[in-house]
Structures are given as C-alpha cells and as structure tokens.
C-alpha cells in the first residue's frame, strides 16, 4: 500500500464518530496493520467501511462476524480493545 493511501485509511480510521472505534482502529493501525498479510489489510480495510455501530458491535464481541474472510481480523481488533 502506498504511503499516501496508508494516510488516507489512517484519517478515515481515526476520524469517527464513535471514540471507541477511533482508539481501537488507530491502535491497530499503528501497530498490527503492517504487520498483516495482503488479504488481511484488505479485510481492514473493508471493516472501516462499516458503519460506527455495527462495527463496535463485532469488535465489542456483542455481534459475531458472519463473513469467514474478515473474522480473523476482527478478532485482531479485538486484541485492540481499550
């Protein structure tokens, strides 16, 4: 990923509505997302997309992730948790 694009998920990520998902995005960001293979930050990539609430909701645990491809990493932002 380019750094200008990495920039761009970066203010997406930590420029919410919900200060829990900002912490918890932003520390993944800053310390897994790198780490991550291609498909992995692709599934980030896509679970930014979601809405504030649906997204605390599976990173929270109160709803599971029904979609096999970004389980894994919703249990890495799981790990972010505040």
Same mark, same amino acid.
């Given at each position: 990923?380019? /750094?200008?694009?990495? !920039? &761009? #998920? &970066? *203010?997406?990520?930590?420029?919410? =509505?919900?200060? !829990?998902? @900002?912490?918890?995005? =932003?520390? $993944?960001?800053?310390?897994? $997302? *790198? +780490? ?7 599934? $980030?990539?896509? #679970?930014? @997309?979601? %809405? @504030?609430?649906?997204? *605390? /909701?599976?990173?929270? =645990? &109160? %709803?599971?992730?029904? @979609? ?9 932002? &799981?790990?972010? +948790?505040?």
């Amino acid at each position: 990923m380019e /750094r200008a694009a990495f !920039e &761009r #998920l &970066r *203010w997406r990520c930590t420029r919410r =509505g919900m200060l !829990e998902v @900002d912490m918890v995005l =932003g520390r $993944f960001l800053k310390a897994v $997302f *790198w +780490k991550c293979s291609e498909s992995e930050q692709q599934a $980030f990539i896509a #679970l930014a @997309d979601y %809405d @504030d609430m649906a997204l *605390w /909701r599976l990173i929270s =645990g &109160r %709803d599971e992730c029904e @979609d096999a491809r970004l389980t894994p990493v919703v249990a890495m932002l &799981r790990e972010c +948790k505040p």
